[in-house]
């Protein structure tokens, strides 16, 4: 379960913009679903085989602590890290997770929240999917120019999309001003007739995860970025802004 744990956190927590996440677990499939602060990223994902200990409805908050318990050396080699259970109006619960080690000399509690709670605080819009003009595997060189056009144009919060010839191309500011533009992707398949703008900082955070990925881009004003970490799925939406 240390394994899992530690993936949910690195594709949620160290976005940058996530501290709690809702579990939706049955003896069948383990569901993640968060919600950026700002709400500029909505995250659905599932864990490829369901995690047995999850099952029950339950959110995760202040995700950097557990963070910093999993990272915790004595945590490493030979721990017990389980999930707490508590009986509620008849039905077994989870509350929480135990972190003991080897030695059972050095432990700590994570708190879970309940089901009532995070379905109050996580109002997490399901996405129903949308004709999709684009998709492609991003390029570790893309990404990379990506990286080079945002520090030239650190004062841009967002860049633009658009298709020009057979190449998705991106842009930074307008020509009023400071601006950049390069070529993302070559050769797609697929044009965009609106351009849309998306946020850097959290394009690139997902972009920068552990994982095989896969971008989405659609006229609809919406874009998905689609991380297969091994052990789960992820889902990345990013809402549009016109331009």
Known sequence: MRDHLLDLVEHTYDLGCIDLVKITGTETETIIDGLAEDRSVVVQAAFKKPVSEFVGTFG????????????IPEYKDGANIAVKAQDR???SVPVGLHFENKAGDF??????????????KLKVVKFKGVEWNIEFEPTI???QRLK????ANAEELTFTAKTEGEDLKLEFGDHSTHAGSFIFQPNVNGKLARSWSWPVKQ?????DLTG???VHISDQGAAQITVDSGLAVYQYILPAQSK
């Open 141 to 143: 060189a893309g990404v």
């Open 203 to 207: 394009f690139i955070s997902i972009l």
């Open 89 to 91: 109006n008849g039905a």
């Open 148 to 151: 080079f056009q945002s520090q």
């Open 60 to 71: 995760m908050p202040n995700l950097s602590k557990l963070k910093i318990l999993l990272g």
């Open 212 to 214: 095989d990925k896969t």
């Open 107 to 120: 432990k700590n509690d994570y708190r879970f929240m309940t089901s009532d709670i995070i379905n109050e």
